[in-house]
């Protein structure tokens, strides 16, 4: 709906003062007649076409002008004395680790640019996830915490120091618990910090808390073989692999490894020697996984224990206490020709499934002992340590939090507030907690309900090693000096502890000279610049072994 309210930016241009209409007259070297075409009969008269342009490019230009803000001013200082390695305009190459997977970084002046992956990694030969091709990004990001943190309010880290420590003494001093909240933690270095700190605390706990948890697995393993760990799976030796549930091409504990295997049996050269793969999927909804797989099967949740009870029989030849049809036509015909295809690879043939039920997994292993696996496709003697998290651990630190007999939490990595099922209930509990403490760089839901915000460094901006799977280990070098005031998390614990080094980099070699570096035949200084350069130390693997599977398993078919 057309408008005939007409605004002036002050009493001189409402009343047309003579000198108001002979400076806006003068405004621009050539007139633009924007007051006789915005007023009066101009709003009904025809417009000329290049005085319309002209009041089109006077409008769209005064607009802009008029967004525009003042910025800081930065002002270049050239090189007194130019660093050798950078040559303005010439990238250099860092390696350095991304949750345990050796990495390439690129940077330009100093400042890192691109992440890709390194071509001797273990896991992907070169691959990276888009995860971690994007965690470039985090490193410039705003919103990341730039001081620390105490109650809620901005403070300079021997502020907080002071106050950790003195707190930490009063709970050492009280009995109550200390308990150190982290995500998996497979960094040699990290664990030596922690180990550490437990002994200048002895009331300290250690728990392992993953988000995406495979609690399910470990136990299951624990029960079955004696071992909680996380197998190596090696879908590059499977002939046969049957999947239920698992999305091992996408998100399922090392995607980025388990696809460069998966297709070195399903490539055109797999296919001219006729020795290509095969594929069954059973899954309830769509996946990667699912999409490549040579046969799709679609299958509730319900249906999957009773599925793999039914494989079992198939494969063994007996059958289990309560066992019964899936109901699902489809999926009892699927299992059957599964299993005779299972028995012909015998020995080259792998089943997986995405559950985190222990019941479910020891079914697992079950038939994979039966089709002998353990030793070729699923090795247990040189593990995955990527997931580590145990449930029933923090379900227990809950617990006492809730008791009220823990004093101090602290947090690296995890965001239970976020993530935990019983979230409520965790945030509830822990108003009962003395001292909080987040690591966070971000003020996520765990870090808002902190007493104190010790933000942790960008992992481009630290020190820092990895052992992701057994006999792999990766160096992580900073390729920037940290863009806030943060602190690495190892280097506030190695303070608060009140040990004797202080620097982090220090303590990281100490843990490499000590031991690491000869199990790639490297020592002393030398060795040392040939890690940062490689990346990356690759130890002998021990000897897979194969495991026989000697549980009963009726108790364990009840359950469905």
């Known amino acids: 709906m057309d408008s005939n ?99 390439l970084v690129k940077t330009r002046e100093g400042r890192p640019i691109k992440v890709e992956g390194n071509p001797n990694d273990v896991f992907s030969k070169g691959g990276l996830s888009a995860q971690a091709q994007a965690s470039v990004l985090d490193l410039y990001d705003v919103n990341r915490l730039k001081d620390p943190k105490l109650k809620g309010v901005e403070a300079g880290w021997a502020e907080v120091d002071a106050y950790v420590m003195k707190e930490l003494a009063a709970v050492a001093a009280s009995g109550k618990c200390i308990r150190l909240v982290t995500s998996t933690v497979y960094s040699p270095s990290t664990l030596a910090v922690i180990a550490e700190f437990i002994a200048k605390y002895p009331t300290t706990k250690h728990i392992n808390y993953d988000a995406v948890s495979y609690t399910g697995i470990i136990q299951a393993n624990q029960n079955s073989f004696g071992k909680a760990v996380l197998p190596h799976y090696n879908f590059d030796k499977a002939d046969v692999i049957v999947s239920f549930g698992a999305d091992f091409l996408g998100t399922w504990i090392s995607g980025e490894e ?103 997994q020891v079914l697992v292993n079950a038939i994979n002992s039966l089709l002998g696996s353990y030793g070729t496709t699923i090795d247990l003697d040189n593990p995955s340590k990527q997931y580590a998290g145990n449930d029933a651990a923090f379900v227990e630190f809950v617990s006492e939090v809730k008791r009220g007999d823990v004093g101090a939490v602290l947090f690296l990595n995890a965001n239970p507030a976020y993530d935990y099922y019983k979230n409520d209930e965790f945030i509830a509990a822990l108003k009962n907690v003395r001292l909080t403490v987040s690591f966070a760089d971000h003020d996520d839901e765990t870090a808002l309900l902190a007493t104190v915000n010790a933000p942790n460094h960008h992992y481009l901006e630290t020190w820092g090693d990895a052992n992701a799977v057994e006999g792999y280990y990766t160096v992580v070098q900073p390729t920037i000096n940290p863009v806030y005031n943060t602190r690495q998390a190892e280097h506030s614990l190695l303070v608060w502890m009140e040990n004797p080094i202080k620097d982090y980099y220090t303590y990281v070699r100490k843990t490499w000279d000590s031991g690491l570096l000869a199990k790639g035949g490297l020592s002393g200084q030398k060795g040392w610049e040939t890690l ?18 000697s549980l009963d398993l009726a108790g364990v078919t009840q359950k469905y």
């Open 258 to 360: 388990f696809t460069r295997q998966y297709v070195s049996n399903r490539n055109s050269k797999s296919l001219a020697n006729k020795k290509m793969s095969r594929h069954i999927q059973f899954e309830t909804g769509m996946s990667m996984t699912g999409t490549n797989a040579d046969a799709r099967i679609t299958t509730k949740p319900s249906e999957i224990g009773v599925a793999l009870i039914n494989l079992y029989n198939a494969i063994s030849g007996t059958t289990l206490p309560g066992s019964k049809a899936t109901g699902n036509k489809k999926v009892d015909t699927a299992i059957q020709l599964a299993a005779k295809e299972l028995v012909a690879a015998k020995g080259k043939a792998l089943v997986v499934s995405g559950s985190n039920d222990v019941a479910t």
């Open 5 to 103: 309210k007409k605004y002036w930016k002050g009493l001189e241009e409402l009343n047309r003062t003579p000198e108001f209409v002979e400076k806006n007259k003068n405004e621009f070297a050539e007139p633009i007649p924007i007051e006789e075409v915005l007023s009066g009969s101009g709003l009904s008269a025809k417009t000329p076409r290049r005085d319309f342009l002209k009041a089109l490019g006077f409008g769209v230009g005064a607009v802009t002008l008029a967004a525009c803000q003042k910025v800081p001013v930065h002002k270049s200082i050239p090189y007194l004395i130019k660093p050798e390695e950078v040559t303005p305009g010439v990238a250099n190459y860092y390696s350095s680790s991304y949750e345990g997977q050796a990495i």
């Open 532 to 549: 940062l350069q490689t990346g990356m130390i690759i130890a002998a693997p021990a000897t897979a072994g194969a495991y026989s599977f």
